[in-house]
């Protein structure tokens, strides 16, 4: 069966350090792979989303980049985070057919 | 124009009884997917129901439902027979035909089930 993981779970950065969040699925290939960010009480906003490796959509003009460099990973980056970067960062991915998204764990970040 | 509205930020139901999620939609896209997905306070997005566009009957998993109206773009979850553990936030998102399947979710109702 297919599993994402997400990692950190926590992180507490202070403004103008960089970011790091990372995504990993398992269990399924070429899968379509997407980052989210949900603001305390919100609903969830579309960051990036990728088809394939090194093919990156970008939704939101913000400070914040994604990679993929291989197929079942999804990297979101910072060169220096804002306090408003501060969230819930969830990762999903999705097949073609059927079309559900499934979730990761999410990291909370907070900059400081 | 919202894409996704979800007009109920909070509801309560009592445990064993049903309640029914609000969702309407806009598209002008004739094929499109509606969601539906369970946050507990754990934070994670939990999956819980699809229904295609072209979708001749409701879908249904288990105790879910969504009553799914095309005319009048509404797409509610039915939870029936609610449990304590059905506490959480729920969210209803639609995906188009559009490049990369992205999901737009709306803002959510909190879902309060009192035993």
């Known amino acids: 069966s297919q599993t994402i993981h997400q990692w950190p779970a926590t992180l507490v950065q202070p403004v103008g350090s960089p970011l790091s969040l990372e995504c990993t699925v398992e269990g399924t290939s070429n899968p379509n792979l997407y980052w989210y960010r949900q603001a305390a009480g919100r609903g969830l906003q579309l960051l990036f989303y990728?088809?394939?490796?090194?093919?990156i959509s970008s939704e939101v003009p913000q400070n914040l980049s994604a990679s993929r460099p291989q197929d079942r990973q999804f990297i979101l980056s910072s060169k220096k985070l804002l306090l408003s970067d501060s969230g819930f960062y969830l990762c999903?991915?999705?097949?073609?057919?059927?079309?559900?998204?499934?979730f990761g764990p999410g990291t909370r970040l907070t900059v400081t | 124009a919202q894409k996704i509205t979800q007009t109920q930020p909070g509801m309560f139901v009592q445990e064993k009884e049903a309640v029914t999620l609000d969702c309407t939609y806009d598209?002008?896209?004739?094929?499109?997917?509606l969601f539906w997905y369970k946050q507990p306070s754990s934070g994670e997005m939990i999956f819980l129901i699809y229904?295609?566009?072209?979708?001749?009957q409701n879908a249904t998993e288990g105790r879910y439902s969504l009553n799914f109206q095309k005319a009048r773009k509404s797409a509610n979850l039915v939870i029936s027979a609610s449990q304590l553990g059905d506490s959480a936030m729920y969210f209803c998102a639609m995906r188009e035909r559009e490049y990369g399947n992205k999901l737009v979710f709306g803002a959510g109702t909190i879902l309060r089930v009192k035993s």
């Open positions: 229904q295609g566009s072209y979708d001749q």
């Open positions: 598209t002008s896209d004739p094929s499109y997917g």
């Open positions: 990728s088809i394939g490796i090194d093919q």
């Open positions: 999903a991915w999705s097949s073609l057919r059927p079309y559900e998204q499934y």
